[in-house]
């Protein structure tokens, strides 16, 4: 499967987009066999219709797609991928009044329309492929689309396939493909090298913890993504109820994000210092599973009495960031499927995140906009701190009381990135149903706003 936009060619099939209110007047102008043939296929400039127009060996001639009305596009997104699928075989060369900037997020969203992830069934690919519109930046849009199926296809994978070796491997894969570099450090080592929520979240699972530390780049700002890479969480001995384990192998979607993010940045070739750090591990149930009540020493020297053993990611993102903010880079952010809380609040669709630094708020903001990658800034409040003060540890891993669940956790890691700037989002990473370019299944979030805005911000 390649998310790429089909060679230029004289012979692509011109498509032409038609709001509702333009299609009456394009008609006018169209000779009478165009206007009968889609008159009589009902179009109308709906959004997801599509019809095709056949010349006189019954091929296909042009065809049209709807735009829909002004009303219909703000509550959705990724309009032409609703039509695509209907389109008849060939390459299509977009004919159009809109913008560069729709004609960017519409042509990516033709491209995801032909993700499939197809490991263990076969399935059709996309018949219609699409010609790069002129002005449009096919590098950036191509890396945003194979970064965003490589998120998918990870968060897609189950647990038997999708271990803590497999998302190695999956790094691995990803540092062979641009040059970049891969070290990590697994099983008891996790403790001689100082990784101690590392090891005690992943110790009960056959398959060993580890922490993958990747990096490319030799030159530019420095930017270290942290991924939360729990490829199966059980809840451990606070064991989840079976409906809400359900979807557990998605506990490694904040991982899967930032390779996805990752793979952006290096294909695109900003002048950057990327590194990523990956805690890979499963929260078991076994007789040296770590217990609630236990207290347990972090990196940093941080004490963290367990008060949940299902709040586990929160822990193996700890001794991350520490290692992230020993280094000292120019930029921190962290991504993990962290709470039940924020999809409460926000639902699945948008990605909440904490930062308290405007420029990175702004171009942020700025960039999912345009990117039709939606986000939504949720603070660190600081009078939540109490929260997680448990008193007989420096902190607690799941506070009592229900309250400000997302925001809680949020603090809890912000207490180990003391002296780089700290973004943290708090992802859902999966389409719970049929979208636009967006199956149900794996999905990335907020990477493709957080790639624009890292370049925008970043790169001088």
């Not at 509702?20 to 889609?38: C, G, I």
Request: proline share 7%; charged share 20%; hydrophobic share 45%.
């Amino acid at each position: 499967m390649s998310l790429t936009f089909a060679p230029a060619s004289d012979t692509a099939i011109p498509l032409h987009v038609l709001p509702e209110d333009q299609v009456e007047s394009w008609l006018a102008q169209q000779p009478a066999a165009t206007k009968n043939q889609l008159t009589g296929q009902g179009f109308t400039g709906a959004l997801g219709q599509a019809a095709s127009i056949a010349g006189p060996d019954g091929t296909p001639a042009s065809a049209v797609v709807g735009f829909g009305t002004e009303d219909t596009r703000r509550r959705g997104r990724f309009h032409l991928a609703a039509a695509v699928g209907k389109l008849p075989k060939g390459d299509y060369r977009i004919i159009s009044q809109v913008d560069t900037a729709t004609l960017s997020v519409e042509s990516l969203g033709w491209l995801l329309a032909a993700y499939r992830f197809d490991r263990y069934r076969k399935q059709p690919p996309l018949a219609a492929r699409l010609v790069a519109p002129d002005g449009v930046d096919i590098t950036r849009i191509e890396a945003h689309a194979a970064g965003e199926a490589l998120t998918r296809d990870l968060i897609n994978t189950p647990a038997n396939d999708m271990g803590p070796p497999d998302l190695e491997q999956a790094a691995r894969d990803l540092v062979d493909r641009h040059g970049a570099a891969i070290s990590v450090i697994a099983g008891d080592e996790l403790l001689t090298r100082n990784f101690p929520l590392i090891h005690t979240v992943g110790r009960a699972a056959d398959r060993a913890p580890r922490l993958i530390d990747m990096t490319w780049g030799t030159k530019g700002p420095k930017l270290t993504l942290v991924g939360k890479g729990v490829c199966f969480d059980t809840g451990g001995l606070n064991l989840k109820p079976g409906a809400s384990m359900a979807l557990m192998k998605k506990d490694m979607g904040g991982a899967a994000a930032v390779l996805g993010l990752a793979h952006m940045i290096m294909a695109t070739g900003h002048a950057i210092q990327l590194r990523v750090l990956i805690p890979a591990v499963e929260n078991a149930v076994s007789g040296n599973a770590f217990r609630p009540g236990d207290i347990l020493t972090s990196r940093k020297g941080l004490t963290v009495e367990i008060n949940n053993t299902d709040a586990e990611g929160r822990l193996v993102l700890a001794d991350a960031l520490a290692l992230a903010d020993e280094e000292n880079p120019d930029q921190i952010i962290s991504m993990a499927t962290l709470t039940g809380a924020a999809r409460v609040a926000v639902g699945p669709d948008l990605a909440p995140y904490y930062s308290a630094d405007p420029a990175f708020v702004a171009a942020l903001e700025n960039a999912a906009q345009r990117e039709s990658d939606p986000v939504w800034r949720l603070p660190f409040h600081d009078p939540y701190e109490t929260l997680i003060e448990p008193g007989i540890a420096d902190i607690d891993n799941a506070p009592k009381g229900g309250f400000a669940g997302s925001i809680t956790a949020a603090l809890f890691l912000r207490r180990f990135v003391t002296q780089t700037p700290y973004a943290h989002f708090d992802i859902y990473g999966w389409q719970p149903g049929d979208a636009p370019a967006r199956p149900k299944g794996g999905v990335g979030q907020a990477t493709r706003a957080l790639h624009t805005a890292i370049s925008e911000l970043m790169i001088p």
